[in-house]
């Protein structure tokens, strides 16, 4: 039985490291308009949980509807102690030009960062 809770511990350490090794270091801007009307969705209504990619995601509109996890990793203009604890999960609909990697909602933003730090070094996956 220990065996077994060793193997899943280890499983489980392995599995968070391939996950963090594969997360994308950018800029993570936020706004604070619907998107209406975005490239992706028009006038549909996706929710506050969502963002605009910029170049390397967008791949021609190929990344609309899908989902990012987005993490504060720390300041991108000197705001001290920008970063909240956690992770946001948000849609893809809509283009942002450079330099935007992301460009959160606010609701997406201020889950993971002080909005009144305006932008924030993040990993996304």
């Known amino acids: 039985m220990e065996e077994k809770l060793q193997v899943w511990v280890m499983l489980a350490m392995a599995l968070s ?11 993570a801007y936020w706004h ?7 490239a992706c969705a028009g006038f549909d209504n996706s929710g ?3 963002t605009g ?12 509807g899908q989902m990012l996890t987005v993490k504060c990793t720390g300041s991108a203009n ?11 999960t948000v849609k893809v609909v ?3 030009q450079q330099p935007c ?8 933003f201020s889950s ?5 730090a305006g932008s924030v070094r993040v990993d996304y996956s």
């Open 112 to 116: 993971i960062a002080n909005p009144d």
């Open 94 to 96: 809509d283009y942002c």
């Open 78 to 88: 000197g705001f001290p102690k920008p970063c909240k604890d956690g992770v946001v």
């Open 53 to 64: 990619v910029g170049d390397e995601l967008w791949d021609n509109g190929r990344a609309c």
């Open 17 to 27: 490291l391939l996950s963090a090794a594969s997360a994308k270091p950018g800029l």
């Open 48 to 50: 506050s949980m969502t």
């Open 32 to 38: 604070s308009l619907s998107y209406y009307p975005a």
């Open 101 to 108: 990697d992301v460009n959160l909602s606010w609701d997406a």
